[in-house]
């Protein structure tokens, strides 16, 4: 493979996203997991599949007004029913 196929996955080595870890509640199977974020993440609205029962999760980012960052999550239903 030449050098400059590994230039940007060498950048990410030298230079690594800061990741935060969000603790989370699967609305499905009632379990408590968490997840790890990068911070400066530029979606807010993610589908992530809860790793205990499979569900697909509607997990929707709270950032900081200020600096934009992640600073938590929340966590939804995908089929919109809002019972826990």
Do not use: W
Request: glycine share 6%.
């Amino acid at each position: 493979m030449p050098a400059s196929d590994n230039s940007i996955h060498d950048r990410f080595k030298e230079y690594p996203m800061p990741v935060i870890k969000v603790d989370l509640h699967c609305p499905y199977c009632g379990k408590d997991f968490d997840i790890e974020l990068v911070e400066n993440a530029t979606e807010d609205d993610l589908i992530e599949e809860c790793p205990l029962c499979g569900h697909p999760l509607d997990v929707r980012l709270v950032l900081d007004p200020q600096t934009g960052n992640v600073v938590g999550a929340e966590v939804h239903r995908v089929d919109g029913d809002t019972d826990d």
